[in-house]
């Protein structure tokens, strides 16, 4: 079936303006993940949800990011009046179970250019 | 929190050659390492991985080992090709119920294989 995907792939935004990015996961993945790649670093954590409990957020670098995913499926990762140093890679990944060591499969990510 | 630190940043290895790369994990555990490959502007793709209760594992020209009491695994490719090249990444899964499977990645290892 079709992988995760996210949209859009590529973002600008003027400093201060809000951006909101969309992550389609596996059909049925029960849990999904958010990382944020800053330019030649590996991912680094941002929040967890678990069907459409957000179980862990601590990765969340400020109160300006926000994420949701209502139904437990399509997840938004939003954020406000966007800083320069908030320009990276948001990747969005999935896997199907519960269980702490199932594969995450990951999307190809949403690039975000703060000017 | 879990810590991994990854080396060597970047390898340069000859068409055939065995490349190696090297992880090193803080949280005794730790319970699931995978290995995750990035191509330019692509999304990680996991290559391997390797649970706590295994020592080695391998998929044709890859292999992965594990040694708990050190705390280190590495990622061994064999007869490489220049389609290896991509930048490697190593993560890791604490165990315990909150972790929830969010992976903490190493900094990546950029291989280049020259033809």
């Known amino acids: 079936g079709a992988g995760v995907s996210q949209s859009p792939r590529y973002k600008v935004a003027k400093r201060g303006q809000d951006v909101a990015l969309r992550c389609d996961p596996i059909?049925?993945?029960?849990?999904l993940f958010w990382y944020q790649q800053a330019l030649g670093q590996g991912p680094e954590f941002l929040t967890y949800f678990q069907n459409e409990a957000q179980l862990d957020k601590s990765g969340l670098p400020s109160d300006r990011f926000f994420a949701e995913r209502p139904e437990g499926s399509v997840s938004t990762l939003k954020i406000q009046r966007t800083q320069q140093e908030d320009s990276a890679v948001y990747l969005c990944a999935s896997s199907g179970y519960r269980g702490n060591t199932d594969t995450q499969y990951f999307g190809p990510g949403t690039r975000l250019t703060v000017l | 929190g879990e810590n991994v630190e990854q080396h060597p940043s970047t390898l340069s290895v000859q068409e055939g050659d065995s490349a190696v790369i090297k992880c090193t994990y803080s949280d005794s555990a730790s319970n699931y390492f995978p290995w995750y490959k990035q191509e330019l502007g692509k999304r990680p793709q996991l290559i391997i991985d390797i649970r706590s209760n295994v020592g080695e594992k391998k998929d044709q020209r890859i292999a992965v080992t594990l040694n708990k009491t050190a705390k280190h695994f590495s990622l061994h490719i064999t007869e490489t090709q220049p389609e290896d090249s991509a930048v490697y990444f190593c993560?890791?899964?604490?165990?315990?119920?909150?972790?929830?499977?969010?992976?903490?990645f190493g900094q990546g290892t950029i291989l280049t294989v020259h033809p």
């Open positions: 993560a890791a899964i604490p165990a315990g119920g909150t972790s929830y499977g969010k992976l903490t």
């Open positions: 059909s049925g993945h029960v849990s």
